[in-house]
């Protein structure tokens, strides 16, 4: 199944929730996701049954790869029943899950065995008071690291560590944060500060490009380039020349790669988007409620994708993608 620039659908992101128990700057600011902030209704919901229908479904269109999200996934009750049940999909080869690690310690060995396959972590400073400035509650580094030890030590290493990185607020964190993870075995990736949603008040003087992050790590510790593991991978690997592992850099406004994008994103509330800057969703959630059978939301699924042709990080600064876009918190990222 393609979309019209030929590009195949192969990952499907699932948010289980909209809720999250940090407030990230850069996803969920405190002054916008308050507490009189209106969530979904646990009815509007997706239930499980509902999730693992339509990854069957999508498993079906050639779809190999789930990644749940959030918000905050593991605030969803039972998600090591749900992982059991994507799990159990033919055709389903790999289920990850992205969360901030702050719930990870005590759920991580109940997720392996329930078939959970990867597992990525947000942490954005290793120093509570910088971490703070970017979680927004105040969440403590070590509460997110003793999640990130849980998850290597129930199978699940080598663990990759998402870092984003926003000028004059973390970007001094960068080689501490390197230096932590390659004597560890982890992965860190460096995230370029991103125009998701329209809450975050992003501008590009806040960017730190993946080339100046290069540059800062390689004249500490020199970087090899490692070719990618699969089509469509999102961050450009480099290894440490001395052999002690990899890291990422995933460079959304600086070095696009809407060209080999294979993801499609739901909300929790079942809205199909077909680019993490998108405007408008697909409601799914209908057609996996009133009576329509699989075949139907098959063709749903074909349909939406064979009429892709979102190539936001190419054209950001053209005014045809100026406007609101979907937050971020609602359809993961």
């Not at 105040?138 to 699940?156: E, F, K, M, P, W």
């Not at 004597?183 to 008040?201: A, C, S, W």
């Not at 800057?277 to 009576?291: C, E, K, P, V």
Request: proline share 3%.
């Amino acid at each position: 199944m393609v979309d019209r620039y030929q590009r195949v659908l192969r990952d499907l992101r699932i948010s289980v929730t909209d809720r999250c128990n940090f407030r990230c700057r850069y996803c969920m600011p405190q002054e916008v996701f308050g507490p009189g902030f209106q969530f979904l209704e646990r009815a509007e919901l997706l239930s499980f049954e509902e999730i693992a229908r339509l990854a069957s479904v999508s498993a079906g269109l050639g779809v190999r790869k789930l990644r749940l999200t959030g918000g905050e996934p593991l605030l969803r009750r039972d998600l090591d029943r749900l992982i059991a049940m994507l799990a159990s999909i033919e055709g389903i080869d790999d289920i990850a899950l992205t969360t901030n690690g702050s719930l990870l310690a005590a759920r991580a060995e109940s997720l392996v065995a329930a078939g959970l396959s990867r597992v990525t972590v947000s942490l954005d400073a290793l120093d509570d008071a910088t971490f703070a400035q970017m979680n927004g509650v105040g969440a403590s580094v070590d509460r997110v690291l003793a999640g990130i030890d849980a998850a290597a030590a129930a199978g699940l290493a080598p663990v990759k560590v998402n870092m984003v990185v926003k000028r004059g607020v973390n970007d001094d964190a960068v080689l501490d944060m390197a230096s932590y993870f390659r004597e560890r075995g982890h992965v860190l990736r460096f995230i370029e500060y991103m125009d998701v949603g329209n809450t975050n008040q992003w501008h590009t003087d806040e960017v730190v490009s993946a080339a100046d992050l290069r540059s800062l790590i390689g004249a500490r510790w020199p970087l090899e380039p490692l070719a990618p593991l699969y089509p469509g991978e999102v961050a450009r690997r480099w290894r440490y020349a001395d052999g002690s592992g990899e890291v990422g850099f995933i460079a959304s406004v600086t070095e696009p790669f809407c060209g080999g994008c294979t993801r499609a994103r739901v909300s929790a509330d079942g809205q199909l988007y077909t680019c993490l800057f998108g405007a408008h969703g697909h409601d799914l959630r209908s057609l996996l409620r009133d009576g329509s059978d699989d075949s139907a939301v098959s063709s749903a699924l074909a349909r939406i994708w064979g009429l892709r042709e979102d190539r936001y990080s190419e054209l950001r600064a053209a005014a045809s993608v100026a406007g609101p876009k979907v937050e971020m918190s609602y359809i993961g990222g």
